[in-house]
């Protein structure tokens, strides 16, 4: 599905995304992908949802988020928190929803100049 941009270019905008990739700012990604308004979109190493682990959410924990927008696949699954717990500790949000409705809150929540993380899994 193609997205369209009110939002000015210089930002991480989420423009497609379909099965095994997301595509920012019109350059195609495939697999898991972190994603911020202002940072570079880095490969994220969980193939899926149950290949996600605590150091994943460490990781996500350092780039010093607000909000986390975790896109858990093709359908929305919720995630241990024990696995999160380096979020909470933070006192960094997390919300876990379908890749597709992520995408979609992140280009939102990004265009509020929100300090948003969107941790993308493939559909």
């Known amino acids: 599905m193609k ?3 009110s939002q000015p270019q210089s ?4 423009t ?3 099965p095994g990739y997301v595509e920012i700012n019109a350059q195609r990604h ?11 979109v880095l490969p ?3 193939t899926d949802f149950d290949a996600l682990t605590a150091a994943h959410f460490e990781a996500i924990a350092l780039c010093a988020p607000d909000v986390v927008l975790l896109g858990t696949g093709a359908t929305q699954r919720f995630v241990h928190p024990r696995l999160t717990a380096a979020l ?4 960094i949000g997390i919300e876990s929803m379908d890749t597709r409705a992520a995408c979609r809150t992140y280009n939102i ?7 948003v993380l969107a941790a993308l899994l493939p559909l």
Do not use: D, I
Not at 30 to 40: C, I, K, M, N, Y
């Open 88 to 91: 909470a500790e933070r006192r």
């Open 109 to 115: 929540l990004m265009t509020e100049g929100r300090k």
């Open 11 to 14: 930002l991480n905008t989420v």
């Open 44 to 46: 994220w190493p969980p």
């Open 16 to 18: 497609a995304y379909g």
């Open 3 to 5: 997205l369209h941009p």
């Open 30 to 40: 495939a697999g898991a992908v972190l994603v911020q308004p202002e940072s570079p």
